[in-house]
């Protein structure tokens, strides 16, 4: 994609993400990404975009983060011709997961991952919606690397600058098509 | 896809989805997709498969049901150049929606849709992975129709014919990869 393209494919998608206030506690505005989706084209060219600056990685997985993760990360990973991996919340994987757990602003939260779906060799590309915090996304790294897997990099929809995403990331190869 | 290359698809789905003893709970066994997704190819050829008896249909969205229906149901819209529409449990959706309820084994659970989603004159395919005994698919059915849209049918992974979801979804359109 050229730089033309995807300044007007920025143009377009900060058009169609709308703001939604109080969501989902008060104070938080949610940016809410089900515009996108709805318009075909554009979520077509979205996830081409989301996958086109790891098209020459040898990415063989692309892992998508619960839930917002697997609607972008399914159809990027059919982009790349890669596998699917599904990172979720604890007791939703059937088979023997490997567990991480993170800090939230108050409390853990856990992700997991099934035991055989990544292994030494891999080549990982992690997908989701929003980098805020950081906190899942590093958390996802983390149990990727320890099932032997290397993460390539992380692509996401958007980027929240005035959250310390960035840095929980930090060394780490991340792409976004929108930094607000 | 010709007939040939459906049957063998289905040998190599019947192949790669793996039986799960007693999850989520004893006595159940879980029919497990993750490695279907795992085999990048496998993965393309499913969900174009699950597309395909739609092709002509003038599908304008697909709806996926959270969170597995995310995963083959953003890919299918693709395939279909139809928009995509999360339907999702209580409290996931930022902006208005529409709820439905539906019985449980024991007890009740609901999904919900944004009101601005869907609308008189849209052409609607469900996707999601397994059939089973059709509540979930039945509610969206109806919180589809409610916003004034057409389900055109339903594409699934799976159904498990051993459970009552062809009499829940009876007198629609239910397309399947794989009988169990």
Redesign the interface.
Known sequence: MDHAARTELERVLRGAI?D?PD??KPGIV?K?I?PV?????L??RT?QAMAAPFAEDGI??VV?I??RG???G??I??HL??????V?KP?????LVERVQYALEYGLDALEV?RD?LRGGNRVLIADDVLATGGTARAACEVIERLGARVVGCTFLMVLSFLPGAAALSGRRVETLITY
Request: cysteine-free; charged content about 15%.
């Open positions: 709308r939604i969501f989902p949610f809410d089900t989706l709805l318009d075909a084209p979520f077509h996830t063989t997985h998508g619960e839930s697997f609607i972008l399914a159809p990973a059919q011709g890669a596998a699917f991996v599904p979720r007791g939703k994987l059937p088979s099934h779906a």
